[in-house]
């Protein structure tokens, strides 16, 4: 799927084609409120975060769902500290 995601070590925004599936994407279900991540995507190397809003996915280089637990906490505070 293509999509536009935010990649905060090039400071800017870029279009890329990634795949959604169970082996490389955790879904948080129980989300409620805007700006809570809503899904972790393993991408190239990478993690594309995504929150329950119509913000762009951040992709953050050089870790995967499995450095953080697959824990939505730990996902947020990645991304509030490369925002």
């Not at 955790?26 to 995504?50: A, N, P, S």
């Amino acid at each position: 799927m293509e999509m536009t995601v935010y990649n905060p070590q090039k400071g800017r925004l870029e279009t890329i084609d990634a795949a959604f599936s169970d082996e490389n994407t955790t879904w948080f279900d129980k989300c409620t409120k805007r700006h809570q991540v809503y899904m972790i995507t393993d991408f190239k190397g990478g993690l594309l975060i995504r929150e329950l809003d119509y913000a762009y996915p951040v992709w953050i280089y050089d870790i995967c769902r499995a450095d953080i637990g697959f824990d939505q906490r730990k996902a947020q505070e990645l991304k509030e500290q490369y925002l």
